[in-house]
């Protein structure tokens, strides 16, 4: 079995791994480069963009842009598979982002929208067969919704591929469950996204939530600006505003999104559980935001002395539909906005994206409430020991790959190069 980091070894995002085994490919996630990356240049790969893929296949672990950003590249007859809920989730953002008014970048969508029509979904612990290889996909706990790592076997060797993880999500007790689905694993594939930040203490998904519950207790008018597929969060952040007494406002399209997935998971956790169609009591109630005549969103009606008697909590994104309302009760001194991203799109001199971002909530003063989709070395140090990799370790989707051999100087480290074949 041979092993080909296409894309990965030193650098965040838009990893490509190639698993092969007897004339049979498994491809791991294909994603784009993070806008301030463009060391990693791709070329065309046998099985994956061109030639035969009778033999191939590519396993996306979430719907994040750098790792599924490039599927409308492959060839048009290569299987695809992913999670079932976070295709959905996926095909919701594209949809709404095939009809922004910049054609080309519109058309970029929409191609991508047209490749995914054929994808297949599995579920958690599903074994796939490749020719001689099994993939069998675990689920994990990342930023992304419905995320997974993978437990690829062939040969008699067994991988795991940790995919993005983390250690301090809501459900990130499912890394004990490697104890029993992922034994006799002889490599592990890691991400080490945070593997600089050695002292780096990361604020649980529920500590931030009690924060947002202490923060929106004691204002009336909040805005919380975060990615409408930050699935955790954003069911966090209503809950929070739930025990906080106020009202929780969003646009139809993040509806749609929780919706979809109250719908496809609330059987396993009433925290996706929403009555969005509640018509009582003030507390938590759900109201989806609509746009006037001009555009732009407005409290129309019975709605605005409304929320104005019993306070909310209203989901935002880098929308001027949205300015009416902020210059309102922002400007006014009544209300705040709280930035639930990473503090590094702000950079205004970093990327066109982070300048816009900056520009948009420069007005207003923000609030920084945000903790990692990524695993710190703790959370890497406990998976390194449940799991027990035989062979050792092979660090991805990192900066500093250099620095695993000082921090887990008890595992056997094996540093790649993009491109450089390994046989295992």
Known sequence: MKLTIHRGTNQI????????????????????????????????????????????????????????????????????????????????????????????????????????????????????????????????????????????????????????FRGHGFKSKGVKALSVYAQNIDYIITEGTNINRLDAVLQTEKELQGEFKRQFSENKYNFVFVASTNIDRIFSVYHAAKDAGLCFVCDKYQAKIMETVSNNHKQYSSFYDIDYNQKKNSNGRFFKLHRNEEGIFSFKGKLKPYLERHGFCMLIRQNDAYKPLLDEYVKSGNGKIYYSMWKGYLDKNKTAFSSSLYNFLEPYEIEHMHTSGHADVKALKEVFDIVKPKAGIIPIHTEHPEMFKDVFPEYNIFELNDGEKFVL
């Open 13 to 164: 995002g838009g990893s490509v791994v190639e698993i092969e085994s007897e004339g049979y490919k498994v491809f791991i996630d294909f994603g784009e480069q993070l806008p301030d990356t463009t060391s990693g240049e791709l070329g065309p790969i046998k099985g994956l963009t061109y030639g035969d893929v009778t033999k191939s296949a590519l396993f996306i672990s979430h719907y994040h842009q750098d790792h599924i950003g490039m599927i409308s590249e492959t060839e048009p007859n290569l299987p695809i598979y992913i999670g079932k809920t976070a295709i959905e989730i996926y095909r919701i953002l594209k949809r709404r982002l095939s009809k922004i008014p910049d054609v080309d970048v519109a058309k970029e969508h929409k191609e991508i929208l047209k490749r995914v029509e054929s994808v297949k979904t599995f579920e958690a612990k599903d074994e796939i067969k490749v020719g001689g290889i099994t993939v069998t996909p675990l689920f994990t706990d990342h930023s992304a919704f419905d995320a997974y790592m993978f437990v690829i076997e062939a040969e008699n060797v067994r991988i795991l591929y940790t995919g993005d």
